[in-house]
């Protein structure tokens, strides 16, 4: 029989290349990718793996105690990597409950069906995935290590924080096999464009108004989504239980410099002239209690595991305007909702 992997939220943006990177490489496991298809959710994403032997898709809210207990039941699961959460700090600022409900009690729901569905502890594993936010935010020196204090300042880095409390809390009181990573801002194709870099380019290209929030002056630490994947791969399989690492792209960049790079290149690729996409960026009121700086230490995963990124920033971001450019009907098919369709066509009305 084979080995059997949950991983929750595989129908988002970094989940589908998690599940994509475990499908494809380790044929001997069953990956169950576990998803309630919010508007983040899109198996679309995952459509060329629909029939692959070693995948399954199930409907799961996390939220619902009843779907998670049904789903160990149904499987005996070895790994559990966790990805599913509400994920963008702006809706946090204006609805933070759902934050609350998936974020925390989605996590706590999935630690007790590992703590009263695994007979012994014997190699399994809890993999929490997080978020560097939830250190709080760096001033113009410094790096976020493993040991920096957490000091998160959104409902969505809160809402991360205690999730991960809780992951260490079951580790420290019940000896659950745990491990956590802590990684920084992920760029790449099927990101929603809600997010900075996907909504940059879907504005450029039908020249509307690029937002700039405050200044542009804040700094984010970009790793490209297959690296992240990468490093997921290596700390599941090679990590220490109780142990957390960070994860980051050495790549630090003020977002005004980002967005007039990505508008350098949609003017190559729109075969615009130089300086035109750059007249879309437009200054507009700051995000409530904006981060000024979030910047990652990744050397101890890099030294124990062994992990560094492939991906330069220049390469990584040609990478994924040329990913979006070509997959236009995707973006169509979120923008316009129409996404949610494929779940019915494909599991509903089979
Ligand atoms: P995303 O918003 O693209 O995807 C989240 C997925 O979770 C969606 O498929 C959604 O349907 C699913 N989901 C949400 N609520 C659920 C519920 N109640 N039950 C089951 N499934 C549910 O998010 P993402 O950007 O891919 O982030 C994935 C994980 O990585 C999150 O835990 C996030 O905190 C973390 N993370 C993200 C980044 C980043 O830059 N995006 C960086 C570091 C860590
Ligand atoms: P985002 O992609 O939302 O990620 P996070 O808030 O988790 O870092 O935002 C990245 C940065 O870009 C952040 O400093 C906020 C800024 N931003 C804008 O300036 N304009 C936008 O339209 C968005 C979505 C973000």
Redesign the pocket.
């Known amino acids: 029989m084979k080995k059997t992997i949950l991983i929750?939220?595989?129908?988002?943006?970094?989940?589908?290349h998690v599940v994509r990177r475990f499908v494809t490489r380790y044929p001997d496991y069953l990956i169950v990718n576990?998803?309630?298809?919010?508007?983040?959710?899109?198996l679309a994403n995952l459509s060329d793996l629909e029939n692959a032997e070693n995948y399954r898709f199930e409907k799961?809210?996390?939220?619902n105690k009843d779907d998670v207990n049904g789903l160990f039941n149904r499987f005996d699961f070895f790994g559990v990597i966790?990805?599913?959460?509400?994920?963008?700090v702006d809706r946090s600022i204006t609805s933070p409950d759902e934050f609350i409900?998936?974020?925390i009690n989605?996590t706590v729901n999935l630690l007790n069906a590992c703590r009263n569905g695994w007979q012994s502890y014997e190699s399994k594993l809890f993999y929490q995935?997080?978020?560097?936010?939830v250190y709080g935010s760096l001033g113009e020196n410094g790096l976020f290590t493993e040991d920096t204090p957490y000091d998160p300042k959104s409902p969505?880095s809160a809402s991360?924080a205690s999730a991960d409390h809780l992951v260490r809390a079951y580790h420290n009181t019940y000896s659950l096999p745990v491990v956590i990573s802590?990684?920084?801002?992920?760029?790449g194709p099927n990101?929603?464009p809600e997010?900075l870099i996907p909504l940059a380019i879907n504005n450029i290209k039908n020249n509307k108004p690029v937002p700039v929030y405050g200044k542009g002056e804040n700094i984010r630490d970009w790793l490209y989504v297959g690296d992240?994947a990468s490093a997921i791969d290596r700390v599941f399989h090679k990590g220490k239980p109780g142990c957390t690492y960070n994860i980051g792209g050495n790549n630090e960049w003020k977002n005004i410099d980002l967005l007039k790079l990505l508008c350098g290149i949609m003017d190559d690729r729109l075969n615009r002239e130089k300086g035109e996409s750059e007249k879309l960026l437009t200054f507009v009121k700051d995000r409530a209690g904006h981060d000024l700086r979030y910047a990652i230490d990744n050397s101890r995963i890099s030294k124990q595991l062994e992990w560094t990124p492939a991906h330069n920033f220049h390469d990584g971001l040609e990478k994924t305007v040329e990913w979006y450019l070509s997959n236009q009907q995707w973006m169509n098919e979120v923008i316009s909702g129409d996404y949610g369709k494929y779940y019915e066509q494909q599991y509903l009305r089979r």
């Open positions: 929750t939220g595989g129908a988002g943006f970094i989940g589908s576990a998803d309630n298809l919010t508007y983040a959710g899109n799961i809210d996390i939220v966790h990805l599913a959460a509400e994920s963008h409900h998936t974020n989605g995935i997080s978020t560097d936010e969505y991360k802590n990684c920084s801002n992920n760029y990101q929603f997010k992240h």
